[in-house]
């Protein structure tokens, strides 16, 4: 994660031929972090979308340096088979070491779920096995698009300590959080300062 790094420069991004947001810059280096606030729809999940190369830029420039692993609504693990393997199979394409995967169970409290069928997790556990192929990806830049949602109070803590834990060793941590997360001195981005009917 030394080489960890996010740059964003005058970005703008449109949907749906509506232009969501416009002029939005951030330069993140090891163990920087950002918050992106603002109502439902303003675009701070396409804005994560575009950090992570899904999106193209209407205008500016993304540029990133490491890894990327995005948490968002989707659980992106395989539904029919079981956690740990699962999440083993996403390690192994993110060219993470052998110890990735249970960790990461570990981490978010999941070891003893690890021979369930993905299908069969409950809201609260799914939500800690998004969290958890994030942890196991070693990816220098985290994307966590409301990663508290769904989670008790206990696995909010888990949260709260992988963030610090990746953010001490080097890594970024970019969310849009209605939780508190415990992000060092984060950048703040106000979507509703960068509407494209500003002046």
């Known amino acids: 994660m030394s080489g960890a790094a996010l740059r964003l420069t005058g970005v703008a991004c449109a949907r749906s031929g509506r232009m969501l947001f416009r002029d939005v810059s951030l330069d993140l280096t090891r163990g920087g972090a950002a918050l992106l606030t603002g109502p439902n729809g303003i675009g701070k999940s396409s804005l994560l979308r575009l950090c992570a190369g899904l999106l193209p830029a209407f205008a500016g420039t993304v540029k990133r340096s490491g890894g990327v692993a995005m948490m968002d609504e ?108 415990p992000l060092r001195d984060p950048v703040h981005v106000a979507l509703t300062d960068h509407q494209a009917e500003a002046a």
């Open 74 to 181: 989707r659980l992106a693990l395989d539904g029919d088979l079981p956690l740990a393997k699962a999440l083993h199979v996403w390690a192994g394409l993110d060219g993470a070491g052998p110890g990735a995967s249970p960790a990461a169970l570990e981490a978010m409290a999941l070891t003893p779920l690890a021979d369930l069928p993905v299908r069969m997790l409950s809201t609260g556990q799914r939500k800690r096995a998004m969290l958890a192929r994030v942890m196991a990806s070693g990816a220098g830049i985290w994307l966590l698009d409301e990663p508290g949602n769904g989670l008790d109070d206990l696995s909010l803590d888990r949260l709260g300590r992988a963030v610090s834990d990746h953010l001490a060793g080097g890594g970024i941590v970019v969310a849009a959080s209605h939780q508190p997360l």
